[in-house]
């Protein structure tokens, strides 16, 4: 039988990502995963402290709007419910916003970046064009002059896998010259608050920029990555529209309820933030020495590291030490000789700073 799908459908290729499962094998405790950039310190104390309340919640249909979740979220990004979008994670938020607002426009990708956008784009027969850059602050006069005129252009900001964190200034120099160009801007501040700077953030300026959409993530700052919760935020009227497309119950009354418990725990971040910025500069200075590898400077918490040796070898050889790396070869931008690591607890990293020095 002749199914008769797309052509984008068809050519469609899932994305590759760190994590656990990306390894070939099933959970194992005993690994160490500097793949998946997530809190170090897990989740908050008080979600484990709720869990046996919210289990009640196992046989009863979630909260569609997510009502009790936005109401949170309100307060703590200042901005108004009706403009706070909330998905399965933010993956989910990233593909229906091109579903929703790419019919007719095409896309610029500063490369590289998280694969995801690119992917979103092209099943919903968007074109994809790249700029290549491995810090956008540097490269940003360049980047203003090849804004797409009534398109739509995505910056991960701080950068996945880079780890690079694009000035609030420049981000408004993007903004200006975007609405000057009619285009709309995707902004992905999933790792902002575990950022050397997190004010850097451009939340504040969706009052002033109608084509702004701004997309956050439960997964990093509050280490709920098995839950997917992820939220946007935009204009009512953009919002409107991703709410009007999303499937129904598309977040879990679990996961509602341990995300507004962890916006509460707002000592848990502060605490993970001082142990990021303290581990990364470990990280950094201590790889750096070893021969053979090329620490790139990054603002959030995780390290883009070039190495002499191939990628998807040295991964092999670290797995064997039950430690598990990024594999960045999958980037475009970027080649085999690139490899990225979270930034975990002091142990952990004085772990894999030791196995690196002996390969």
Same mark, same amino acid.
């Given at each position: 039988?002749?199914?008769?799908?797309?052509?984008?459908?068809?050519?469609?290729?899932?994305?590759?990502?760190?994590?656990?499962?990306?390894?070939?094998?099933?959970?194992?405790?005993?690994?160490?995963?500097?793949?998946?950039?997530?809190?170090?310190?897990?989740?908050?104390?008080?979600?484990?402290?709720?869990?046996?309340?919210?289990?009640?919640?196992?046989?009863?249909?979630?909260?569609?709007?997510?009502?009790?979740?936005?109401?949170?979220?309100?307060?703590?990004?200042?901005?108004?419910k009706d403009?706070?979008?909330?998905?399965?994670?933010a993956t989910?938020?990233?593909?229906?916003?091109?579903?929703?607002?790419?019919?007719?426009?095409?896309?610029?990708?500063?490369?590289?970046?998280?694969?995801?956008?690119?992917?979103?784009?092209?099943?919903?027969?968007?074109?994809?064009?790249?700029?290549?850059?491995?810090?956008?602050?540097?490269?940003?006069?360049?980047?203003?002059?090849?804004?797409?005129?009534?398109?739509?252009?995505?910056?991960?900001?701080?950068?996945?896998?880079?780890g690079v964190?694009?000035?609030?200034?420049?981000?408004?120099?993007?903004?200006?010259?975007?609405?000057?160009?009619?285009? =709309?801007?995707?902004?992905?501040?999933?790792?902002?608050?575990?950022?050397?700077?997190?004010?850097?953030?451009?939340?504040?300026?969706?009052?002033?920029?109608?084509? #702004?959409?701004?997309?956050?993530?439960?997964?990093?700052?509050?280490?709920?990555?098995?839950?997917?919760?992820?939220?946007?935020?935009?204009?009512?009227?953009?919002?409107?529209?991703?709410?009007?497309?999303?499937?129904?119950?598309?977040?879990?009354?679990?996961? %509602?309820?341990?995300?507004?418990?962890?916006?509460?725990?707002?000592?848990?971040?502060?605490?993970?933030?001082?142990?990021?910025?303290?581990?990364?500069?470990?990280?950094?200075?201590?790889?750096?020495?070893?021969?053979?590898? %090329?620490?790139?400077?990054?603002?959030?918490?995780?390290?883009?590291?070039?190495? %002499?040796?191939?990628?998807?070898? =040295?991964?092999?050889?670290?797995?064997?030490?039950?430690?598990?790396?990024?594999?960045?070869?999958?980037?475009?931008? #970027?080649?085999?000789?690139?490899?990225?690591?979270?930034?975990?607890?002091?142990?952990?990293?004085?772990?894999?700073?030791?196995?690196?020095?002996?390969?």
């Amino acid at each position: 039988m002749r199914l008769g799908v797309s052509p984008s459908v068809a050519n469609h290729r899932n994305v590759a990502h760190g994590g656990i499962y990306s390894a070939g094998m099933g959970f194992d405790p005993k690994i160490l995963d500097f793949s998946s950039n997530v809190n170090p310190l897990g989740f908050p104390a008080s979600i484990r402290n709720n869990l046996k309340k919210t289990s009640a919640l196992f046989s009863i249909y979630p909260d569609s709007d997510s009502a009790k979740l936005k109401s949170s979220l309100q307060k703590y990004t200042g901005i108004q419910k009706d403009q706070i979008i909330v998905g399965n994670g933010a993956t989910e938020i990233i593909y229906n916003f091109c579903k929703a607002f790419l019919g007719k426009r095409n896309a610029l990708i500063p490369i590289p970046t998280f694969g995801e956008y690119e992917s979103a784009a092209r099943l919903n027969d968007a074109k994809v064009s790249h700029f290549e850059t491995m810090n956008l602050n540097y490269d940003i006069d360049d980047f203003l002059k090849a804004i797409p005129k009534n398109h739509c252009i995505f910056v991960c900001n701080p950068n996945n896998p880079t780890g690079v964190l694009v000035s609030q200034k420049n981000m408004l120099r993007i903004l200006d010259a975007s609405h000057a160009s009619s285009a =709309l801007v995707f902004v992905d501040e999933c790792f902002i608050e575990l950022a050397s700077n997190p004010k850097e953030s451009i939340v504040s300026k969706l009052r002033k920029f109608d084509n #702004l959409f701004i997309l956050r993530s439960m997964t990093k700052s509050f280490g709920l990555a098995g839950l997917r919760v992820g939220y946007g935020l935009g204009s009512k009227k953009m919002v409107e529209i991703l709410n009007r497309i999303k499937i129904p119950w598309n977040v879990s009354g679990i996961a %509602q309820e341990a995300a507004t418990k962890a916006l509460s725990s707002r000592s848990h971040l502060e605490k993970t933030r001082r142990l990021v910025e303290k581990e990364r500069k470990f990280l950094k200075n201590s790889i750096s020495k070893i021969s053979g590898f %090329q620490c790139y400077d990054s603002d959030a918490n995780f390290v883009l590291i070039k190495s %002499q040796k191939n990628s998807k070898q =040295l991964q092999k050889k670290l797995l064997k030490k039950n430690i598990l790396i990024r594999d960045c070869s999958s980037f475009k931008g #970027l080649n085999d000789k690139f490899i990225r690591v979270a930034v975990r607890t002091h142990g952990e990293n004085q772990k894999l700073v030791r196995e690196l020095g002996k390969i």
